[in-house]
């Protein structure tokens, strides 16, 4: 992998990681039109960008996360779920499910579920307007919505998003912990895959991995900021209708090849 390939997957995991438009998805995408190789190293370097983009997301809340340690365990509560399943099922759908087809699929799929939630919601029915305010049985609903994200294209945070809209919080707050649920999720997640793969890490591919790394949390970091100035005045809309039409592009390309 070159230093340009690093920062071209380190800019598409820091900006769609916590969008709800799937990271996953994206990063096979690109990597399949980039002609990158899905072996070890490259897991392994999508397991570190990963860590900067949660690092941004740890930045941004630090002064919430180091104090109210009720949303901790609410938030470990809502990450059981998905723990339990992805080690039950995710090596299956890894083999079985990572490939652009399937992400093309999911991404219509849900883009089309995200506009359908929208247009049903209704503001001013929802009570929930703050993360600490989540109930923990809530939470574990969450954690279940979360755990549809094991299929690549669905999007953990659009997942998460259209399940904390669906079980009454505003927009801002289902962002938000969404945004805050990924650090247990991604920071297992990551820290499995390091675990499995470290002596794929060797000073050659160091500088790559550096660059990924510092690419991802600059570029989450701004993600995370617009996206919670976005939800404040608009709909998810826009993003089922970019899911959409990226699958159905993605398809037709596939369909050329």
């Known amino acids: 992998m070159t230093i340009f390939e690093a920062i071209i997957l380190g800019i598409i995991e820091g900006i769609t990681e916590f969008l709800p438009i799937s990271s996953t998805g994206h990063m096979i995408i690109a990597s399949t039109f980039m002609g990158l190789e899905q072996n070890q190293f ?21 002064e919430k996360l180091k104090t109210d ?3 901790w365990k609410k938030l470990i509560v809502a990450f059981i779920p998905t723990g ?26 849900w ?33 279940l919505f979360q ?33 805050l649920l990924a650090i247990p999720t991604m920071g297992a997640a990551t820290g499995l895959q390091l675990v499995k793969n470290y002596h794929t890490l060797n000073f050659e591919n160091l500088t790559v991995l550096i660059v990924g790394f510092i690419t991802a949390f600059i570029f989450a970091y701004i993600s995370v900021k617009w996206l919670l100035r976005f939800v404040k005045t608009h709909t998810f809309v826009p993003f089922g209708i970019y899911r959409i039409i990226l699958g159905c592009i993605v398809l037709a390309l596939l369909a050329l090849k």
């Open 147 to 179: 755990s549809l994200a094991m299929v690549p294209g669905t999007s953990r945070s659009g997942a998460t998003i259209t399940g904390g809209l669906i079980l009454g919080m505003d927009r801002v707050t289902a962002t938000e912990f969404s945004f």
């Open 111 to 143: 883009g089309i579920i995200f506009i359908v939630i929208e247009k049903m919601y209704k503001e001013k029915e929802h009570s929930i307007h703050k993360p600490e305010d989540i109930s923990y049985i809530k939470s574990i609903f969450m954690g």
């Open 42 to 62: 490259q897991q392994t370097f999508e397991v570190v960008i990963q860590l900067g983009a949660i690092l941004a997301v740890v930045l941004i809340y630090f």
């Open 84 to 109: 339990i399943l992805g080690l039950l099922f995710h090596k299956i759908i890894e083999e079985k499910l990572f490939n652009p087809v399937v992400v093309s699929i999911s991404l219509i799929v």
């Open 69 to 71: 340690f009720e949303l």
